[in-house]
């Protein structure tokens, strides 16, 4: 069966460290891999995304990876603030049409 | 100012009502969409249109309707059909072509509950 997966328990990291949240995928043949921040009570929003043939792919300090071998997109926020609290989600785009497929998110929580 | 706009931000459904979400952009996009989302699961689609008077159903679209007689509009019908209505809906825009890559803009979202 088709299964997109991120890490349900939330992820609790020390201001100022690494944090590394995953999105696993199983079935899907995605062509491009998307990441998005939402806060409590808001929709979504789009932070980078990462083609099926780039492993690797910044914007300040944020980096995404992509293994398609691996079916696995690592997150990676570095010098982490307590401002990026929040629910990070992946979502495939298997450049067939219009949808995303979405997974359900993992609650990032940055201590001072 | 550009972007999504959904209203209300709170909305009670009694049993046997419809309610209507309704959801605004002025970003020129031609593609819309909406999604359910429940605590510990994925958005879900519930619909979506690529182009004016056209619409597709998602994963989810019992229960609900669509419409898309404008550009700028989409308005989501929860009908009571729609037994386990209790969620919060998000809608969401698309610029159309290669380059846009389907990366997906959304409203604040709307909170239903049942009275």
């Known amino acids: 069966s088709q299964k997109i997966e991120q890490n349900s328990e939330a992820l609790n990291i020390q201001e100022g460290k690494t944090a590394t949240l995953t999105c696993n995928y199983t079935?899907?043949?995605?062509?491009?891999l998307q990441w998005y921040r939402q806060d409590p009570g808001r929709g979504p929003v789009f932070l980078l995304l990462?083609?099926?043939n780039e492993k690797e792919k910044r914007k300040e300090r944020l980096k995404v990876t992509f293994d398609t071998t691996l079916k696995q997109s690592l997150f990676h926020i570095t010098a982490s603030q307590p401002a990026d609290s929040a629910t990070y989600l992946c979502?495939?785009?298997?450049?067939?049409?219009?949808?995303?497929?979405w997974g359900a998110g993992t609650k990032l929580i940055i201590k001072p | 100012d550009g972007g999504i706009t959904q209203s209300p931000k709170y909305l009670f459904r009694k049993e046997g009502q419809n309610v209507t979400l309704s959801c605004e952009q002025n970003?020129?996009?031609?593609?819309m969409y909406w999604y359910r989302q429940d605590p510990g699961q994925g958005l879900r689609l519930i619909y979506y249109?690529?182009?004016?008077?056209?619409?597709q159903k998602g994963d989810i679209a019992e229960g609900y309707s669509v419409s898309r007689e404008k550009k700028e509009s989409f308005p989501l019908t929860v009908t009571s059909a729609q037994k386990n209505p209790t969620a919060f809906y998000l809608c969401?825009?698309?610029?159309?072509?290669?380059?846009?890559?389907?990366?997906?803009?959304f409203g604040a979202g709307t909170r239903l509950s049942v009275l």
């Open positions: 969401a825009s698309s610029p159309s072509g290669e380059l846009a890559k389907n990366i997906q803009y």
């Open positions: 970003l020129n996009h031609d593609a």
């Open positions: 249109s690529q182009i004016v008077n056209d619409f």
């Open positions: 079935n899907y043949s995605p062509a491009y």
């Open positions: 990462i083609r099926e």
């Open positions: 979502a495939l785009d298997e450049g067939s049409n219009y949808q995303l497929i």
